[in-house]
């Protein structure tokens, strides 16, 4: 079973940085691609980032695009959010997600089939 634990949430001030991790368990991580995702109160789940399985590939929606920055390192099977000039809008549970399925890249919920709890971001003054 793949499972995967979110940390690194919290509260920032705007403008603020945070990083986030994810954690994987019960598989060999370099086999599926992983994504964010993040949902704020009455609002759909929206893609955030993803990185590819092999070439390190990374896709952004672009309203985070020049701020956030994902990476993974495949040999602690972590990915990691880089969030920088962070905004109120920012606001949400992040959430990371994993797939074998070769549509990835299109940063849909439906392309991803295994997901984390997923970790607050607050971003207030």
């Known amino acids: 079973q793949l499972q995967f634990v979110e940390s690194g949430g919290g509260l920032v001030q705007p403008g603020g940085s945070l990083r986030l991790s994810c954690a994987a368990s019960?598989?060999?991580?370099?086999?599926?691609?992983i994504a964010w995702f993040r949902q704020a109160p009455g609002k759909e789940r929206e893609g955030v980032s993803c990185i590819s399985s092999s070439d390190g590939s990374t896709y952004y929606a672009d309203s985070v695009k020049g701020r956030f920055t994902i990476s993974r390192d495949n040999a602690k099977n972590t990915v990691y959010l880089q969030m920088n000039r962070l905004k109120p809008e920012d606001t949400a549970v992040y959430f990371c997600?994993?797939?074998?399925?070769?549509?990835?890249?299109?940063?849909?919920?439906?392309?991803?089939?295994?997901w984390g709890q997923g970790t607050q971001v607050t971003v207030s003054s």
């Open positions: 019960g598989f060999t991580s370099d086999y599926y691609a």
């Open positions: 997600a994993g797939t074998g399925r070769s549509r990835w890249y299109l940063l849909s919920v439906y392309e991803y089939d295994y």
